[in-house]
């Protein structure tokens, strides 16, 4: 998959371990907030 689109190298990852006691949908808004927080 290569049309240009974020072609540029990975600058940060980290991995959050996921089990089956994690709500995605709360996790997913957590770090939606986190963004807005400190990156906007």
Do not use: F, H, N, R
Request: net charge negative; with cysteine.
């Amino acid at each position: 998959m290569d049309d240009g689109i974020d072609t540029g190298d990975i600058i940060s990852q980290i991995k959050i371990p996921i089990t089956a006691d994690v709500d995605l949908g709360l996790l997913y808004q957590c770090l939606l907030w986190l963004k807005e927080k400190y990156l906007s």
